[in-house]
């Protein structure tokens, strides 16, 4: 598996919009996804082990926060045609299993993923409620195969000071995971392999 880390899109950018069609098969925008006090994007699939690693606690946050108004969305860009353990229906069983209380989105087209500057499953990105980025980095630093438990801390850190209204969390780690899966001749610029 190879380690990617995320490209950390600069702190204050505007969330980008996305339109993208939900597991129960309505679309979702940034707008209906994003709650009254800030939102949390992230990229994540199926397949990926450090997705898989932090499944259950992708849900546990999605629980703890959504009802302190806090908005999430998943979504997965991952090309399907060289990975079918990502496809949109493969997505509807994942987010049954995991029981994801948030939408989880399909980006057929990669678009979403480019405008976020997404490189790795998971990736994370918390907006404010005026869809300011305050954070962008690690869920934790649990990592398949090692001893740390996931907590979820870094990213609960960061929610935590958004709902109390302090600034952004200063230390802010890169996500580590699996490179999102391009199409074919679809790499975004800032993708490194």
Known sequence: MVRTPSTMLPLGTTAPDFDLP?????????????????????????????????ADELARLGRDYMPRGVGF????????????????????????????PFPYLY???QEVAKAYHAACTP?????????????????????????????????????DALLAGSPPVPEQIPSLGCNIKWKPGNHPAYFHP
């Open 107 to 109: 980006d057929d087209t």
């Open 22 to 54: 939900n597991v129960d098969g309505r679309m979702v925008d940034y707008a209906t996804a994003a709650g009254p006090r800030g939102s949390v994007v992230m990229f994540i699939c199926n397949h990926c082990p450090f997705v898989k690693h932090v």
């Open 123 to 159: 990736d994370f990105y918390v907006f404010d409620a005026a869809r300011r980025l305050v954070y962008r980095g690690q869920l934790d630093p649990s990592r398949p195969g090692g001893d740390v438990p996931v907590t979820g801390g870094d990213l609960r850190r960061a929610l």
């Open 73 to 100: 969305a998943a979504i997965s860009s991952n090309d399907v045609s060289s990975h079918p353990a990502d496809s949109p229906e493969q997505m509807v069983s994942e987010a049954e299993e995991r029981g994801y």
